[in-house]
């Protein structure tokens, strides 16, 4: 049964892309090649070792529409999805397409680019063709191959060396779909470039907006960082409720570089965060933090995987869980110290409190070490509230509830903690103190 | 004030308390002395309302209302104070805001609206100096990175915000040296008052002669076997528990 419905899935989805090519814009040979790995891999089912807790087919049993449809919205209809106090470049995607419109570029420093992935397309820039699909695999995995044959939009930046953005970039991803028009697959792709000794910070948020439908994002990022180069990325999935989210991010960094990520995820009913650091180049730093919050039959899973291929790079890893009612959540941790990658200090903690006897956590870590001179660690708890600790503040007269939340505000503290950006941080506590209030 | 009738209490189905009898009226300082494993701690936990602990019979009243129907935050609530005997670390909560909380909590029980923040600190600073606790603690998670005797005083400087009307002190002078141990017992010898009881428990006479009882107590296979002035301190310094211990068997035989 389940072998038919992968396969209708699949097919559905690769005459879809027959039908719709000649509209799509520039690499038709890429595509058509995309487009061939996505059928010999299929979406993968629970049979597949890295879909095993994720059943992707699942989520594509109905048809879908796969050409993002366009709607009305408001200025107003942004603004709720801004982070308070912040200064920020802000890029709306309306259904995975650039909104001019809504856009507003703050202070872009020269020869910075920030881009419809379209015009980047058309373009074909020489700072583009250069990294476009050089890191994200269109070979193993079923869903970036899916979104390299649909990349139509999304967004381009452009970094050039020596060049610190002062202002983050917050792309708002804005996904809506009413109940008439069917289910709706939207596939934004995302390439940031940040050249040598340059800087960047780019907040990017998956919001819904009145979605009455079953809405899946299927969104590939590529980010590449200089020699040098520091860049921090956050990604946001709090006002996306009933959004089904796989979300590809491949990062590849050059010597001396700096890339600090961190993935808030409060809402959302269904979510895959696949993130892939590639430590192509000595003394690069990484850092890599999650927080999620479950609750309902909410269901996260975090994939990690840090390459470490070249000696003397130091990368961290904490991510977190906190998850009520029926929800799921994942973590898998993948860590490769190839041969080369000597004197790497690579550590990995993932530390979850789960509220309800019905919620699941799993948590997978692999470390895969080829080199000798390395120092590498990996923990994962998984427990309740420490009872010691609720009795000592309930003997104060708290209750349990403001003693339950004061606890849980202090697990995930831990993650909130580390975002640099200072409007985004006590926003985050302010969502996070609510979110545990419920 | 506070009246216990034949308590009986145990955990895992082993029972420690075997019928304790006992009456603390306002302002006065009661000590509970015993050798290790006659039943102080568990006695504190009890009171204190800690889960694992079950009452099999008997019966408490604080302010005339039953104690051991109460959670742990309504007995805080009614006034009631446990300094632990080993003070936990929660990193990441800070101790001012939680201490914040508390109080609010407490005030709204007492229908009372919350305390301003100008006064809340000002409480804060003044309270501190009473246990010379000099840390800064806005920015300090609940007892972490403490000393033991940081930890002490602490729950002294939290009882003294909190202003209970019966402080129990489980063991607060274990593992303090002698200028710790002066420190906390100054502290709580500013917070002495007609309104407000003290029940202290300890293994030494130590802490006794600076903190001074109106009665004593001692503890022995979870009963009370003797009770005195605070003479009967010093006569239990002076010959040990093995005297009492033998007085019992020779009783029981």
């Known amino acids: ?438 | 004030m506070l009246s216990i009738k034949n308590l009986h209490a145990g955990i895992a189905g082993k029972e420690i308390l075997n019928g304790i009898n006992l009456e603390i009226k306002a302002g006065e300082v009661h000590a509970i002395m015993g050798p290790n494993g006659s039943g102080k701690s568990t006695l504190s936990s009890v009171l204190a309302g800690r889960s694992d602990y079950n009452v099999t019979e008997g019966d408490v009243t604080f302010n005339g209302k039953n104690l051991l129907e109460m959670s742990p935050e309504d007995r805080a609530r009614e006034g009631l104070f446990l300094a632990f005997q080993y003070p936990i670390e929660i990193p990441g909560v800070s101790t001012i805001n939680f201490l914040k909380t508390a109080i609010n909590e407490l005030r709204a029980y007492k229908k009372l609206p919350p305390m301003e923040a100008k006064d809340f600190l000002k409480l804060v600073k003044e309270k501190q100096a009473l246990v010379e606790l000099t840390t800064n603690l806005a920015n300090r998670a609940i007892n972490e990175g403490f000393s033991g005797g940081e930890k002490k005083r602490n729950e002294v400087f939290q009882m003294a915000m909190l202003e209970p009307t019966l402080a129990i002190l489980d063991e607060t002078d274990s593992g303090l040296d002698i200028d710790a141990l002066k420190i906390v017992a100054n502290g709580v010898n500013k917070l002495r008052g007609k309104e407000r009881s003290f029940v202290i428990i300890t293994h030494y006479q130590r802490l006794l002669e600076y903190i001074v009882p109106d009665f004593v107590h001692v503890l022995f296979n979870g009963k009370i076997v003797k009770s005195g002035g605070k003479e009967l301190a010093l006569e239990l310094e002076a010959k040990g528990y093995d005297w009492i211990k033998q007085q019992e068997l020779a009783m029981g035989s």
Not at chain 1, 181 to 204: M, S, T
Not at chain 1, 338 to 355: C, E, G, M, P
Request: aromatic residues 8%; charged residues 25%; glycine residues 6%.
């Open chain 1, 1 to 438: 049964m389940t072998t038919v419905e992968k396969i209708s899935a699949t097919e559905n989805l690769v005459s879809e892309f027959q039908k719709t090519k000649a509209s799509l814009k520039g690499f038709a040979v890429l595509r058509e090649k995309a487009i061939i790995e996505f059928e010999r891999i299929g979406i993968p089912n629970r049979k597949n070792e890295e879909w095993k807790y994720s059943d992707a087919s699942a989520l594509f049993k109905e048809e879908l529409q796969v050409l993002g449809s366009k709607f009305q919205m408001k200025k107003e209809d942004v603004a709720k999805f801004l982070v308070p106090d912040l200064n920020a470049s802000i890029v709306v995607l309306v259904n995975g397409i650039y909104s001019e419109e809504h856009s507003s570029l703050k202070n872009i420093s020269k020869g910075v680019i920030v881009s419809s992935f379209s015009k980047a397309l058309n373009e074909n820039t020489k700072a583009f063709s250069e990294h476009f699909t050089k890191y994200a695999d269109i070979t193993s995995d079923a869903f970036t191959a899916l979104n390299t044959a649909f990349a139509s939009d999304g967004v381009f930046i452009s970094v050039p060396d020596n060049t610190v953005v002062e202002f983050p970039v917050h792309i708002i991803n804005i996904i809506s779909a009413k109940g008439d028009q069917g289910g709706l697959l939207v596939q934004p792709r995302f390439l940031f470039v940040i050249g040598g000794n340059a800087e960047l910070k780019i907040i990017e948020s998956f919001d819904t907006l009145n979605s009455s439908t079953k809405t899946i994002c299927n969104s590939v990022t590529e980010i590449s960082v200089g020699e040098n180069a520091k860049v921090q990325y956050y990604k946001l999935q709090n006002d996306c409720a009933g959004i089904h989210l796989i979300s590809t991010v491949t990062a590849h960094q050059q010597k001396n570089s700096h890339f600090d990520t961190n993935t808030v995820t409060l809402n959302g009913d269904w979510i895959r965060n696949n993130l892939s650091i590639l430590v192509d180049a000595e003394h690069c730093e990484s850092h890599l933090n999650g927080l999620f919050i479950t609750r309902g039959t909410q269901h996260v899973d975090n994939h990690t995987l840090v390459d470490h291929r070249k000696p003397n790079c130091q990368s961290n890893q904490l991510y977190k869980g906190i998850l009520d009612e029926k929800s799921t959540g994942i973590f898998n941790g993948k860590i490769f110290v190839k041969r080369d990658a000597q004197k790497t200090n690579a550590y990995q903690s993932s530390k979850n409190i789960l509220l309800s006897d019905d919620a699941t956590i799993n948590t997978k870590p692999q470390l895969e070490i080829y080199a000798d001179d390395v120092k590498c660690s990996h923990g994962s708890t998984t427990g309740q509230l420490n009872e010691e600790a609720m009795f000592y503040l309930r003997s104060r007269g708290l209750s349990e509830d403001s003693a339950k939340n004061l606890l849980l505000f202090a697990f995930a503290g831990d993650v909130i903690q580390k975002i640099q950006i200072e409007p985004l941080r006590i926003y985050l506590e302010e969502l996070v103190n609510e979110r545990l209030k419920k």
